[in-house]
């Protein structure tokens, strides 16, 4: 070997043995926030006196995102078309149906209208949309994910036990096991006896703050809640509206919500984040358009 040939390939060797260190580098770099954001799509009713301007998976593309929970509407092959040409790269189903529930005008029979939605949290319901949603799934590859809302909520309203909800863990897995699940989680609900028995069933944990007022401890309950699911991400929900309030997130603690996620999701302390919604946009107008700001400059 000559002197120039050493030379050569010495260098080569030292530019092969820093590629892991640049590659260990490039995946330690904070994630652009709307590379990790899901937003809650579709037309739910939750105390607005209209409709919005924004469907299935168009508050997704106003936010700058590209994954939805699609919420609010059956799960069918139409709904997953329809966000499959949008552009959206991911989607989850929710699978505790929020079905509305029509009122009908003395005056004017047969021209009810969705007044309200009810939550259906039985057993036999999540595991039938379960197994839609895995039948969906291996048509429609980008649907990823089954989605429970209000957990909690309905294991203590229908006194669910762990062996009852694990047939709902098995129906989401039944058809394409790839499937994750999906359980909401509330800050008031992290009482370790509230969850015994029940945490393995998750694959990631949707966390949220209902009340808004209590955003200012938003980093402890975090911490509690990675304490309570071990190893399990955590995707923290951020709601435009305060539904105990019935009005807006004030603005001071919807900044220091997200820059509380700016923070941990760049510290890898969370998985991502959630947006309600969608169809709130319109209607809580100053609170959507910061936060679309805040996703674009972060």
């Known amino acids: ?74 799960n069918t092959a139409m709904a997953m078309e329809k966000l499959r040409d949008m552009g959206i790269e991911e989607v989850v189903c929710d699978i ?21 939605m009810n939550h259906d949290g039985r057993i036999e319901r999540k595991c039938r949309e379960a197994e839609i949603v895995g039948r969906l799934s291996l048509k429609y590859p980008f649907l990823t994910g089954a989605f429970d809302d209000d957990l909690y909520g ?35 609900e992290l009482k370790k006896e509230n969850w015994a028995g029940f945490t393995d069933f998750l694959d990631m944990v949707s966390f949220w703050v209902w009340k808004s007022k209590d955003l200012v401890n938003l980093d402890r309950y975090v911490a509690e809640c990675r304490g309570l699911f071990p190893g399990k991400p955590i995707n923290v929900g951020c709601y435009l509206r305060d539904f105990t309030l019935l009005d807006a997130v004030p603005m001071d603690l919807l900044k220091h919500q997200w820059k509380f996620v700016a923070k941990a999701v760049a510290a890898g302390t969370i998985q991502g984040f959630q947006i309600i919604s969608g169809k709130l946009i319109d209607m809580h107008p100053q609170q959507a358009t910061w936060v679309r700001d805040f996703i674009k400059a972060n």
Request: proline residues 5%.
């Open 154 to 188: 309905k294991i203590k309203t229908e006194k669910i036990k762990p062996d009852d909800y694990a047939a709902v863990h098995r129906a989401v897995k039944s058809v394409n096991p790839k499937l994750n699940h999906w359980g909401v989680v509330y800050a008031h």
């Open 1 to 74: 070997m000559t002197r120039r040939d050493f030379i050569r390939s010495a260098a080569a060797a030292g530019v092969a043995a820093s590629l892991p260190c640049v590659a260990a580098a490039a995946s330690r770099r904070p994630r652009r926030l709307a590379d990790v954001g899901w937003c809650w799509d579709g037309q739910g009713l939750s105390g607005q006196w209209r409709f919005s301007i924004f469907g299935a998976g168009e508050g997704t593309k106003w936010f700058g995102l590209r994954r939805t929970c699609f919420m609010f509407h059956p």
């Open 96 to 116: 505790s149906k929020w079905d509305y529930q029509k009122i009908e005008h003395p005056d004017y029979k047969g021209l009810g209208a969705p007044m309200r």
